[in-house]
């Protein structure tokens, strides 16, 4: 059983940065690939990035490619996602997620978090 929890959403304006944090608890943090999606209002849950267990690699959707930066310390049982050059359609709740392989669907994923709301203004 591994259980999330986001943090790091907010408010910011087009052009900034956030960080968000994804805490798990549990030994066996890494042995999970993890994932982070978000949903925005009416639409379904997509995928932004994905990370392998050791954190060798790494996976984006084209539409936050070279702005986003998965990352993972598992010390710290921790993943992140540092969020750049952020846009008013970014605007979604984010979450993330643990399973065994770093895929891009929903469905892959075994424990999800509750979600930390990230609001981009123009």
């Known amino acids: 059983q591994v259980q999330l929890v986001e943090s790091g959403g907010g408010l910011v304006q087009a052009g900034g940065s956030l960080r968000l944090s994804c805490a798990a608890s549990?030994?066996?943090?890494?042995?999970?690939?993890m994932g982070w999606f978000r949903q925005a209002p009416g639409k379904e849950r997509e995928f932004v990035a994905a990370?392998?267990?050791?954190?060798?690699?790494?996976y984006y959707a084209d539409a936050v490619k070279g702005r986003f930066t998965i990352s993972r310390d598992n010390a710290k049982n921790t993943v992140y996602l540092q969020m750049n050059s952020l846009k008013p359609e970014d605007t979604a709740v984010y979450y993330c997620?643990?399973?065994?392989?770093?895929?891009?669907?929903?469905?892959?994923?075994?424990?999800w978090g509750q979600g930390t709301q990230v609001t981009v203004s123009s």
């Open positions: 549990g030994r066996t943090f890494s042995s999970y690939a």
């Open positions: 990370i392998s267990w050791s954190g060798g690699s790494r």
């Open positions: 997620a643990a399973g065994r392989f770093p895929v891009r669907v929903p469905g892959g994923y075994d424990y």
